[in-house]
């Protein structure tokens, strides 16, 4: 069953149940609104998104659709394209008749601005993108930060970040586990602040174990969005930490 309010990257039916225990059930209605481009309303004929003036020009306006009825629940199962309408909230009315002639339906004016409707859900197919900022891909330190810092924005004004991981490798091979080394690992975050775009970071109390001399790194970090899609293309920032003196010696003139 949908939730109001929330948001999903895949939205193979609408269903849910309703009460009627006296006279039963005439018929269910559904019109769907995407908010985008100033308003499209799913079109059952066409299988399209359509404006007001289309559904006008079609005489049917508003585009009400049937509903499946059965003894005690109601689905919509036709596949709807979402993708026009991608990080957009969609917005539901019903009309509900029982067989005794009792009725619920929305005002037009509503469906025209949008108001009073029965559910509401974003649908977000896109996928979150974080990136590392406290260090410049290909950069040395000499300095054993405890704390990793970075960004994350949920693309096109999804419904936000709420959770980041980073992953920390060395060229040897074996991963940052806090503490010591091993098998991969993606840990969590520590700080996660902001939306659509997030500040995260990383701390570690063991930082004079994860940087050791003479050694590359390869940080990743991986966010995730409220509709639980996944950043998957995560890109590495690589760091090499070098705490060794330079040294020098003289070979002309001859001492």
Known sequence: LF??????????????DYTEITSGIDYMQ??????????????????????QTDLEGLARWPPWTNLAVYSSSWAYTTAVDYTPNNSRWHKLWFKIKDVAGNYKEPATADIETGANADLTFMYDAEEPV??????????ATNIATGTIVGTAQDINFGPGINNLKVRISRDDGVYWQEPGWGASTWLNYSTLVGSPEAAWTRSTAYSSQLWEDNHQYSINSKAYDYATNVETAFSTTTVIYDVTKPTSTVIRPPL
């Open 130 to 139: 974080s990136v590392i900022t406290s260090f410049i891909d290909g950069e």
């Open 3 to 16: 939730r109001s309010g929330q948001a999903y990257n895949t939205v193979p039916s609408i269903e849910g």
């Open 30 to 51: 559904i019109v769907i609104k995407g908010d985008f481009g100033g308003g499209v309303y799913w079109d059952e004929p066409t299988l399209a998104w359509k404006t």
